[in-house]
């Protein structure tokens, strides 16, 4: 496998900045899906996700069983209203991904993961973001 697949789409690999599809079976799901990029370069690959107004401490990066997740649920409440906002995707990581040197930022509403190359152990583990 040559590049990040996304999780339900199985077959599609994802490079160059493509869009993808969501594994979703609402039809509004589009409406409150984040943005999200992914490249592909000669050390690895790059996903960025807008997440405009969301807490870093709200958004979890997990790899487990070859399958990195990007999740968050973000609550704001007021004293008349209530809104919760989640996100949850998955990719599986390709043959040659280093996970345990994944590293993630997130700057000015957009979280970036970064997945060098060049490894075949794929541990568990959380991500955590600078």
């Known amino acids: 496998m040559t590049g990040l697949t996304l999780w339900g789409n199985?077959?599609?690999?994802?490079?160059f900045g493509d869009l993808f599809r969501s594994v979703t079976n609402s039809p509004t799901d589009h409406l409150h899906r984040p943005q999200t990029n992914v490249t592909t370069?000669?050390?690895?690959?790059?996903?960025?996700?807008?997440?405009?107004?969301?807490?870093?401490?709200?958004?979890?990066?997990?790899?487990?069983?070859?399958?990195?997740?990007?999740?968050y649920e973000s609550t704001n409440e007021t004293k008349d209203s209530f809104a919760t906002r989640s996100f949850k995707r998955s990719?599986?990581?390709?043959?040659?991904?280093?996970?345990?040197?994944?590293?993630?930022?997130?700057?000015?509403?957009?979280?970036?993961?970064?997945?060098?190359?060049?490894?075949?152990?794929?541990?568990?583990?959380?991500i955590s973001i600078k």
Not at 10 to 15: I, V
Not at 43 to 55: A, E, K, L, N, R
């Open 10 to 15: 199985r077959g599609t690999d994802l490079f």
């Open 41 to 71: 370069t000669e050390t690895g690959y790059s996903i960025d996700i807008s997440v405009p107004g969301i807490d870093k401490k709200d958004i979890n990066i997990n790899v487990e069983n070859n399958m990195m997740t990007v999740s």
């Open 91 to 126: 990719w599986t990581l390709p043959e040659g991904t280093d996970p345990e040197f994944i590293t993630a930022e997130c700057t000015n509403g957009i979280l970036s993961v970064e997945i060098p190359k060049n490894s075949t152990t794929i541990p568990v583990r959380t």
